[in-house]
């Protein structure tokens, strides 16, 4: 018998463990030292990946939603127009289920156009805040917040280097998370690039990329920090269709990519497949687009109508899909819909399933990625 469950074999009690739901997990983690020292061990989550039992979750910064204007329980107001007041939220697309993340340190809401990156740092899933703006004053802020999902709680992390970014490319890769780009106060485009260690709470800089990108998009390709699009100062809001990836390994920009997208279009919704090299998603002209590396774009499946004016593309790590949106621009009820796979059964066209969201979880979206825990 072992000391993990009295009374059990220590596999068995191990068995039991690794079934604990992520919500449980803080809890557990504070039972005892033992059980403390097994769910933060890197084999645990070797485990629970392997055994099927950890999941992928969608992050997201979502708007609070308006509270009715009557009523005798102020109910939330059916339609969900845009705030300044956002939140982190987690949504399963396993179970349909939705929960919010315990309060920021000090209180307050996320900065606006904040970004999202989830890292892996041993046996630690770890969600990290990025920049973005004020919501009192709408200034650019350096903050950086990790959320640990085995303590169930926030702290605060070094903040980012050099000038208070907007706009910027971030993704994770390699383990750790990374920037590039953006526009500093004075609106000028940036070339500068920095990587994050969550587990270290440190910043290194990294060489300057060859163009300057505002609004670019990040994404994690083959192991690569890879920035797509964006656009140098004196050409505001005429995107590029080139993109720059880092190599992590060798600590250094590969040459400049032509025709990662269109010349002109927004990459806002590129996202990459986690467990595909190479393979990217996106929306163009009403339709989810796929490109394999190397490949030109390709519709994969045309978005429903209420989800059209999306906001943002998530890829999950088991194939699906994930388009956050609303049927017009400028706000409305937020429609998240999940595509499981390219091809339907024997070939049939792939088909959307909308999940359904309480009314307090309609809130507009900022940002979201996945994380699996």
């Known amino acids: ?17 690794l079934r604990v739901g992520f ?51 102020c109910k939330y107001a059916a339609s969900a127009a845009l705030s300044n007041s956002y939140r982190l939220v987690l949504h399963d697309p396993a179970d349909g ?22 890292v892996a740092c041993g046996g630690r899933r770890r969600l990290v805040v990025l920049g973005g703006w004020d919501p009192e004053t709408w200034t650019p802020t350096d ?22 970014r907007s706009f910027f490319a971030c993704a994770a890769a390699g383990g750790r998370v990374f920037v590039a780009g953006g526009h500093d106060e004075q609106k000028n485009a940036l070339r500068s690039a920095a990587a994050y260690d969550a587990e270290a709470d440190a910043w290194a800089a990294l060489p300057d990329m060859a163009l300057e990108r505002d609004e670019a998009r990040g994404v994690c390709v083959g192991g690569r920090f890879v920035v797509v699009g964006g656009y140098p100062t004196e050409a505001q809001g005429r995107f590029s269709g080139t993109g720059e990836a880092f190599d992590t390994s060798a600590w250094a920009w590969d040459p400049v990519q032509e025709r990662m997208v269109d010349e002109g279009t927004c990459p806002r919704t590129c996202c990459a497949a986690p467990s595909a090299a190479g393979l990217m998603y996106m929306l163009r002209d009403g339709h989810l687009a796929a490109r394999d590396s190397g490949n030109p774009w390709r519709s994969v ?31 409305g009820e937020q429609a998240v819909y999940v595509l499981s796979e390219e091809t339907g ?4 066209a792939p ?23």
């Open 1 to 17: 018998m072992g000391d993990l469950i009295p009374g059990l074999p220590e596999d068995v009690a191990r068995e039991c463990l």
């Open 23 to 73: 919500r449980q997990l803080p809890a557990a983690r504070r039972t005892s030292r033992q059980w403390k020292a097994e769910v933060e061990s890197p084999l645990y989550s070797r485990l629970r990946r392997a055994n099927g039992l950890s999941r992928p979750l969608i992050a997201l910064s979502q708007a609070l939603p308006p509270l009715a204007t009557s009523g005798p329980s």
């Open 97 to 118: 289920g939705w929960a919010t993340l315990p309060p920021l340190p000090g209180g307050g809401g996320l900065p606006l156009f904040c970004q999202l990156a989830a």
């Open 143 to 164: 903050t950086v917040l990790v959320y640990d999902f085995l303590a169930g709680a926030w702290r605060r992390g070094a903040p980012m280097p050099g000038p208070r």
């Open 301 to 331: 499946a045309r978005v429903p109508e209420d989800g059209r004016a999306a906001t943002t593309v998530v890829a999950i790590g088991d194939g699906r899909v994930v388009v956050v949106g609303a049927g017009r621009h400028g706000g």
């Open 345 to 348: 059964t024997n070939g049939a």
């Open 351 to 373: 088909s959307w399933a909308r999940a359904v969201a309480p009314p307090e979880f309609a809130g507009h979206v900022q940002a979201a990625c996945c994380v699996e825990v």
